[in-house]
């Protein structure tokens, strides 16, 4: 159930109205469903406040992201909420001319451009979804993610999801998730199913 | 990341085909963020296969629901995927012409249209939003649910929200995913954030 009361006001200076547009990073963690599906279930909200959106697939497979896709492509077309780029790194990325070497550089390059739009403010609410795994792989050092994270300009929201989210990455982050998997109906030999998985 | 191979194989007599529409009972349960968000992120793949959708929210406040509301609603009117229809506890449900006496008659009242929609096949995706605390408070029994659910007709999938998710459901359940919360801005002082939290 919502509720609306923190338990303690800050003593930062800060007035409430400051404080609700403090920038959030958030991190959906854990084994469990639901990260990525979460993720883009918050892009809905900031869509409905006008924001624009970055979406930024960090995973070579785009097939299970494409019932998200193909809505906030859809949403983000409509007009009458904010704008949705959808970023794939599994097709090269949009912005990159030439084709890449490896995962690693095509996570390297990802991370480029999102410091990119960040310093630009391009967008106001960005999903880097899987982006853990670039990290956990020490392909993009945490160290240098949170320190960007830290610096950003304006009131630009990051949810970061993913397995392995490392500590530097959650002790800064305002909001942390840990999705434990509970019931998966693969471990009853399960395929996955058409409108569920993807 | 995505894998698509189960464990074992089940000796049910059914062929993959079969077991990929057999009909998903998803909970979302536990302390963290995230339950519904990931349950309507859900519903964008529905969405995305063209499944008329049915929303049943059983909370009394809509705000935090607001821009998933308004996203599906646009999704739903937009031809491109799957209808859907968003059914409000708090609004004193579409269907029902006269006032109700209490929070419980209402809750029993979007059980009774649940169990209706679900003999109909209305829908083909199901968002029983924070529907466990119904359950939870005794109003609507729970054991009752679990053999409506196990009797339902066709390929309906079900998603049911919210904390306290009792046994008999979350055994029955094929997927059930425990949302942990790590960390709240919250704990930090800090109030709702628009666009983050509604």
Redesign the interface.
């Known amino acids: 159930?919502?509720?609306?009361v923190?338990?303690?006001?800050?003593d930062d200076g800060l007035t409430?109205r400051q404080?609700?547009?403090?920038p959030?990073t958030?991190v959906?963690t854990?084994p469990?469903?639901?990260k990525?599906?979460?993720?883009?279930?918050?892009a809905?909200?900031?869509?409905?406040?006008g924001?624009p959106i970055g979406v930024f697939q960090f995973?070579k497979?785009a097939?299970?992201k494409?019932?998200?896709e193909?809505?906030?492509r859809?949403?983000g077309a409509?007009g009458?909420?904010g704008t949705v780029a959808w970023h794939k790194m599994g097709e090269g990325w949009s912005w990159v001319q030439r084709g890449m070497e490896s995962s690693e550089e095509a996570a390297k390059e990802g991370w480029e451009q999102v410091k990119r739009d960040l310093a630009a403010e391009t967008y106001?609410?960005y999903v880097l979804d899987?982006f853990t795994?670039p990290m956990h792989w020490g392909w993009v050092d945490v160290d240098e993610v949170v320190s960007v994270l830290k610096d950003r300009p304006g009131s630009q929201?990051v949810v970061i999801t993913g397995?392995y989210a490392k500590e530097p990455l959650?002790d800064f982050?305002?909001?942390?998730?840990?999705?434990?998997?509970?019931?998966?109906?693969?471990?009853?030999?399960?395929?996955?199913?058409?409108?569920?998985?993807?």
Do not use: C
């Open positions: 159930m919502p509720k609306g923190p338990e303690s006001v800050p409430t404080r609700r547009t403090l959030i958030a959906h854990g469990g469903k639901g990525s599906t979460a993720a883009f279930g918050m809905l909200r900031a869509w409905n406040q924001w995973v497979s097939k299970w494409v019932g998200e193909n809505a906030l859809v949403l409509s009458e909420g106001r609410f899987e795994y929201h397995r959650t982050a305002d909001l942390v998730t840990e999705m434990t998997k509970v019931k998966h109906p693969m471990d009853a030999g399960r395929k996955g199913q058409r409108g569920i998985e993807w």
